[in-house]
């Protein structure tokens, strides 16, 4: 296959980035998109130059590492996978593939497709957790959950934290994130002594980052790679209700390392 690549080429997050473009001759329909990036790379260092820098790591749509924007599409043009699990098959010969990285004020481009997405763990690190003692493995175990609430936590789980929802949202929203870490903990038992504090906090951290609002797209559903759903949102606002009728108010919002 004969690909024309469009890529964002920005040397660090002060410097103005422009758009390159690469034509590769010889692609497998059965690379993955990363791989097909690997050989480019490959190419470029033959020629002396500088090789393009994206994310990545364990390339089995576990991490959430490989987060790229492709002809627009948060992770590309198929649905439920991450950029990793992408292959070549779904273009077609000739194709010009514009590669982008995600297009967020909170995440700011560390260097070509490379964001910097230490704002999701700030959000987790707000209230995303069960500081109080469970037990062991075994002993939380013997909790009886609900079938029911232990598919929706098990669902909201799977969230990877890749920045999918972001990326797509108009709003450069982290609703579907931070909801998701939400649900997973308010549905089970161990998650009900902080559960209104937990919520309060993580919301106001998504706000000191610099995420927009929700409204109600649905964009970020769209695109989420493990298929989180909108639910996930209207559970987070049941809770921040329920933390409003107690009066929680949030605690201070943890500065970005470099501001401290």
Known sequence: ????????????????G??????????????????????LNEELMSRGEE??????????GICGMCSLMINGIAHGP??????????MRSFNDGD???????????????????????????????????SVS????PDANTIPVPKTAA??????AACIGCGACVAACPNGSAMLFTAAKVTHLALLPQGQPERYQRVVNMVAQADFEGFGNCTNIGECAAVCPKEISLDTIAQLNRDLVGAALRGIEPNTPIAPATAR
Not at 134 to 137: Q, Y
């Open 1 to 16: 296959m004969k690909i024309t690549l469009k890529i964002w080429r920005q040397k660090n997050r002060s410097t103005p």
């Open 151 to 156: 598919d929706r936590a098990m669902d909201a």
């Open 134 to 137: 469970t037990g062991s493995a």
């Open 18 to 39: 422009e758009f390159k473009t690469y034509v590769m001759d010889n692609v497998s329909p059965d690379m993955s998109f990363l791989e097909m990036l690997d050989v």
């Open 78 to 87: 198929k649905n439920a996978i991450t950029t990793c699990q992408l292959h």
């Open 51 to 60: 090789p393009v820098a994206f994310d990545h790591d364990c390339r089995e």
């Open 96 to 130: 010009t593939i514009t590669v982008e990285p995600w297009r967020a004020a909170a995440f700011p481009i560390l260097k070509d497709l490379v964001v910097d997405r230490s704002a999701f763990d700030r959000i987790i690190q707000a209230g995303g957790y069960i």
